[in-house]
């Protein structure tokens, strides 16, 4: 049986209303759409959220529903902070978990960025699990303890996204962090577009294979580099320099059962690209036999 694709709300954020987003991923056969945790420059509160998403779902006939950033900050200093943060997220999980069915989220510890100066946002090799002290990788396993048995409690897992810019940042730090963790409902999110971007990244066996039993979710998303440069520019799913027909391939042959989640790193036309990466992606399942 073919995994469910999701289709990550980016792709729909372009003036594009919740309504809008669900009924078109919908038509164009998408089995559910990844929602932030709260939207940018909107003042409502997580209830009148949720309840905008419940309309479009009940509307659409949309069949999954997942949650993404923004994570908790479990990466202040503060504890009062942190927790607060805690109470946060486990109120929205507990508004959400009411409304809809959910079976896994992706989710973040917190930005961990390089104090020192002249380092940029962009050397991702500086930053994260490369500035991690233990007080970093203990405050994340405290908060996501209790947010695991969260989970458990209601019938769905968390995956930490491998994203730059935080102490789960490539996959074998995230292995690190939920090892740390030691709860059922806390995995990995492998979103192999990121890892590239760091120097000499492992390739997409080695990914799979650092994730392990906890890899939970999956982001797809594709860049190609530009000759003669550092830089890379993101393109559509089949034309960039990973893999994607490997990467899923080596997901079916690992026995990964979680849903793909396709992204939107390009400007531009991004409902169209939705369509493209998708009907790509069915492709790429019908030839694989999955």
Known sequence: MAPPIIMHCNFCEQGQSIEEMCCRASNWGYDGVEFRRARGGCEETVE??????????AKSGLGQVAFGGPGGNFMSPDADEREQELETMIAFYRAAAKRFDLTVCNTMSGPLLNPASGVNYSDYYCQGSAVARSCHWEWAAEGFRTLGALAGELGFRLAFETHMGYLHDLPEAARKLVDLIDSPAVGINLDYGNA???PQPVSLAEAIGQCGDRLYYTHFKNYTAIRGTEGRLPTGLADGDINNREFVRLLMESGYDGPLCIEAPRAGDREWFAQQDLVYLKAVLEDLGW
């Open 48 to 57: 009148e959220y949720l309840d905008a998403i419940e309309a479009g779902v």
């Open 196 to 198: 590239i971007h760091f």
